[in-house]
């Protein structure tokens, strides 16, 4: 429920209905759920004209759910029937929408259900009633589908959509309902068991499916701890509207409970074409969704996540994004045959489409709390880089697919190192922990002897002398295939415990290592947080208590902090422009120097790129192979130059003196404080530490520059994909323009031949980089200044504190210094409440954890 939609024509309108003048703050979430209960269940009960003593009875017994004997809801309750039912207010559409306006989707769910649940009391629904349940219905926004469901389910008939089964399931969750009330919880659940059980329908073949039980406990632990926010907003909003506490605690809060809610793994599968990457997932989807073939097939980054029903959502690299039919989903996802049987490149490069978002209701991986992202094959891909970068961001396991029978090639040791640099935010020697490697295709591998040699040659790689990976269980070698037919045949068998053991490995990554880990780093953020409550309450009631006195000239001083703290953001910020500024004239001048001794550099890497593939009869695909190798070699260039220069020297150096500058100015507001505190015995000190403590990653340890790709990964990203359908399509679109022809066949000298494509190659890719250079200049602009911004903005979110701090003070003092005695003693009763709600939340949370 969104109470922002609350207005005072609302709380006019339920004040005429109930006959009492009701505030905003006796209008809570559960009091307008229930008036529009009421209102819904009216109209039930009068459309036909006639109102039988058991509907009477069912009315009261629906109503008293949401409420206890001799409460004030309970006698709210009484008023709003009597109200609503002299104004008929259920025959008015127009109050109808206002009073469900700021109803949340459930919630208008649930409400509809009641009318339904209420009308089929004999187990049949009136027409009448059916009619204007659908009205209701389609004026509040809900699916047709799920109208059917709610009443075939009331009515116990057997012919049900299944997935819109499923989705009214999951809208009427309990765990929806957590930020209402415990009643709510309850009485969604009894709903739920009123409905149909999916397992009551017949099945011709079942299907092996997983629960992945330990994902969901951490959903569980995350919804429990955004209910806990839920109330600490409240008691913050209450202690706000008192003067107690500042505004920026319910900021705080609300962030906190925003990324609880959005919290997700994000899973990618990353290889090589024809990999088996598609059977893969459907395999771990338990169902054929990936479009699947023995040539090259994936064509674009493809986004997996549970979703109250299946549709599909384009999102084009133009910026706009269209809901598709699930019947083209294949099609989008796909590269055409030919392009598959001939050269991807071209196809790949001059794509429209970003990714593909594919949301279902019944994925048992997906709906444990799971995004698997579905990257291309990359090792034909003209825009690896920029690839590997939207597949890893924010991404918490890598799963990469090589197959046995030709495990680890050249471009896919390659592929693996670049992994490991990106998962470690560019740190090039350190293995990394959350890289699964899995081997596919061991059903072809016949002998035993044969599976040894595979396995000896993959962990030798990974984890040999300077290991890529480290952890328990990285390595596994499956049959995706044959998983997935044993899966969807309801069959055991030796392919279905391996992977049944991947599976596992990942679900006790995800849940022990990066579960644990976000639900602690929340924990920490709400911690803190109820030590700024009662800070500031504490503060609250020593005032109350005469224990701080402001003087006249104590105020005059505390103004000139306020002026002197928002001087201190000022210069920060000037310091901060001006080495700006300084770092892009040095990366400049840097630049140049490396530029200069690039094409040579690039000319001798050159002779050591390779193909397979033969000029007389696969031109082509060689030409292809020598662009990619252009372009590994100048992203590596670009790379090397973004870390060990760019990084390492220019940014860290002026870094440095930001960071000096921002110290020296917060080591000052400290000071400051601690003066005042001497003068009036606050503790500031304590209040703003915490403050500093919460964000001191952000400006003090602020380790992978880059978004944690490094400066080079992104630098390369900016520079090889920043013109519409990106340079790399240009070089592409060029080359086959002036070299698929420029070269006969017949010729004998083949090694002459690839020399001359190479060349070809360089010069053409050369001429595109010179056409950019104001490109580049733009991305290190860009680069520089996101880097700084980041600190300066944590600064200036601390001053922005400290000065709060001394606003709240005054007024405080100024309250208290108006009120009376009675009054005071009032308030201090009143805080001593909150104090003691704040720490039913802290041991509700100890507790559940």
Same mark, same amino acid.
């Given at each position: ?76 309750t ?9 104004n008929q ?6 109050d109808?929408?206002l009073?469900?306006?700021s ?26 009633e059916?009619?204007y349940l ?13 109208l059917?469901?709610?009443?075939i ?15 009214v399931?999951?809208l ?9 009330d ?22 011709l ?17 995350q ?23 500042a ?12 990324k609880?809610?959005?919290?997700r ?37 493809t @986004? ?5 029903c ?24 796909s ?10 490149s ?10 593909i ?11 444990s ?13 003209p825009?690896?880089?920029? @690839?590997?970068q939207?597949v890893?961001?924010d ?20 592929l ?12 090039e020697n ?7 490697v ?30 890529l ?6 390595i ?6 044959a ?7 309801g ?5 279905l ?14 849940t ?5 880990l ?10 803190s947080?109820i ?17 701080i ?18 001087? !201190? ?5 000037? @310091?901060?422009?001006?080495?700006v ?6 990366a400049a ?6 530029w200069?001794?690039?094409?040579? !550099?690039i000319t001798?890497?050159s ?30 260039e670009?790379?090397?130059w ?9 940014l ?13 100015e ?16 606050t ?7 915490l ?28 520079l ?7 340079l790399?399509?240009?070089?592409i679109?060029?080359?086959a323009a ?33 056409e ?16 700084f ?6 600064a ?21 210094y ?23 939340i ?8």
């Amino acid at each position: 429920m969104d109470t922002s939609l609350v207005n005072t024509q609302l709380l006019d309108w339920l004040s005429q209905m109930s006959g009492q003048k009701l505030t905003q703050r006796e209008l809570t979430r559960p009091v307008i759920f229930l008036a529009n209960l009421v209102t819904i269940l009216l109209g039930v009960i009068f459309v036909d004209g006639t109102v039988a003593e058991e509907e009477k009875q069912r009315l009261l017994k629906t109503l008293y759910l949401f409420s206890t004997p001799e409460s004030n809801v309970r006698r709210l309750t009484h008023l709003m029937i009597k109200g609503i039912k002299e104004n008929q207010t259920y025959k008015r559409v127009n109050d109808l929408l206002l009073l469900s306006d700021s109803l949340s989707d459930s919630e208008k769910l649930l409400l509809i259900a009641f009318g339904y649940e209420m009308s089929a009391t004999d187990g049949v629904i009136d027409p009448r009633e059916k009619q204007y349940l659908e009205v209701v219905g389609n004026h509040l926004g809900i699916n047709q589908k799920h109208l059917a469901v709610l009443e075939i389910g009331f009515t116990h008939q057997t012919d049900i959509d299944l997935t819109a089964l499923d989705e009214v399931k999951f809208l009427l969750d309990p765990s929806r309902f957590f930020e209402l009330d415990v009643i709510f919880i309850k009485a969604t659940t009894d709903m739920l068991t009123a409905l149909p059980a999916k397992n009551e329908h017949k099945v011709l073949k079942q299907k092996i499916q997983y629960s992945y039980s330990d994902l969901k406990k951490v959903q569980d632990y995350q919804k429990q701890l955004d209910y806990f926010c839920h109330n600490l907003y409240q008691l913050i909003a209450d202690c706000k509207e008192h003067g107690f506490l500042a505004d920026t605690l319910i900021n705080e809060v609300s962030k906190i409970s925003q990324k609880l809610q959005s919290q997700r793994f994000r899973l990618a599968v990353i290889g090589e074409f024809s990999q088996g990457k598609s059977t893969l997932l459907n395999a771990l989807l338990g169902e054929v969704i990936q479009p699947v073939r023995e040539i090259p097939c994936s064509g674009t980054v493809t @986004v997996l996540k549970y979703g109250t029903c299946k549709r599909v959502i384009c999102r084009y690299k133009n910026g706009t994004e269209e809901e598709i039919p699930f019947s083209e989903y294949q099609l989008k996802a796909s590269i055409s045959e030919d392009a598959a049987l001939g050269c991807l490149s071209d196809e790949l490069a001059n794509s429209e489409v970003k990714e593909i978002v594919f949301e279902h209701p019944d994925l048992a991986l997906c709906s444990s709390g799971v995004e698997i992202i579905d990257s291309p094959g990359l090792n034909e891909h003209p825009d690896r880089t920029v @690839v590997t970068q939207q597949v890893l961001k924010d991404t918490d396991a890598v799963i990469f697919l090589t197959n046995v029978s030709r495990s680890l090639t050249q471009t896919e040791r390659e592929l693996l190192q670049d992994l490991r640099i990106q998962l470690n935010g560019g740190k090039e020697n350190e293995p990394t922990n959350n890289l699964f490697v899995v081997g596919n295709f061991m059903d072809m591998v016949r002998t035993e002897k044969g599976r040894e040699q595979v396995k000896q040659r993959v962990e030798r790689f990974l984890q040999g002398e300077n290991p890529l990976i480290i952890g328990e269980n990285r390595i596994h070698f499956i049959s995706a295939q044959a998983a997935l037919e044993a899966m969807l045949g309801g069959e055991e068998n030796e392919y279905l415990t391996t992977f049944q053991n991947f599976t596992q490995a990942i679900e006790k990554f995800l849940t022990d290592e990066r579960g644990t880990l976000k639900i602690n780093l929340s924990l920490i953020e709400i911690n803190s947080l109820i030590q700024k409550c009662r800070s500031g309450l504490s503060q609250a009631e020593k005032i109350l208590d005469g224990k701080i006195n402001i003087s006249e000239s104590e105020k005059q001083k505390i103004f000139e902090q306020i002026g002197e703290a928002s001087g !201190r953001d000022v210069r920060i910020r000037l @310091v901060a422009s001006q080495l700006v500024e300084q770092v892009i004239e040095q990366a400049a001048e840097s630049w140049d120097e490396w530029w200069e001794g690039l094409e040579k !550099r690039i000319t001798e890497k050159s002779q050591h790129w390779h193909s397979e593939h033969n000029p007389a009869w696969s031109q082509d695909r060689l030409i292809q192979d020598y662009i990619n190798q252009f372009i590994r070699d100048i992203s590596k260039e670009i790379d090397d130059w973004g870390n060990k220069t760019l990084k390492d020297v220019i940014l860290n150096e002026n870094i440095k003196i930001l960071d000096a500058n921002i110290e020296y100015e917060l080591d000052a507001v400290q000071a400051e404080f601690r003066n005042i505190e001497q003068q009036v015995k606050t503790d500031f000190s304590e209040q703003l530490q915490l403050t500093i403590d919460g964000i001191n990653d952000d400006f003090m340890g602020f380790g992978g520059f880059g978004g944690g790709l490094g400066i080079g990964g992104a630098l390369a990203a900016g520079l090889l994909a920043f013109t519409g359908i990106g340079l790399v399509a240009i070089i592409i679109a060029s080359l086959a323009a002036t070299i698929a022809g420029s070269f006969g066949f017949g010729l004998f000298d083949i090694d002459g031949l690839h020399n001359q494509i190479k060349l070809k190659v360089i010069n053409i890719g050369f001429q595109k980089l010179n056409e950019s250079t104001d490109k580049v200049a733009e991305k290190l602009h860009e680069i520089t200044t996101s880097v700084f911004d980041t600190k300066v903005e944590s600064a200036s979110r601390v001053i922005s504190q400290a000065i709060l701090l001394y606003e709240n003070l005054l007024e405080q003092h100024e309250k208290a210094y108006q009120e009376t005695l009675e009054q005071r003693e009032a308030e201090k009763v009143w805080i001593f409440q909150k104090y003691q709600e704040l720490e039913k939340i802290k041991n509700s949370i100890e507790a559940i954890l």
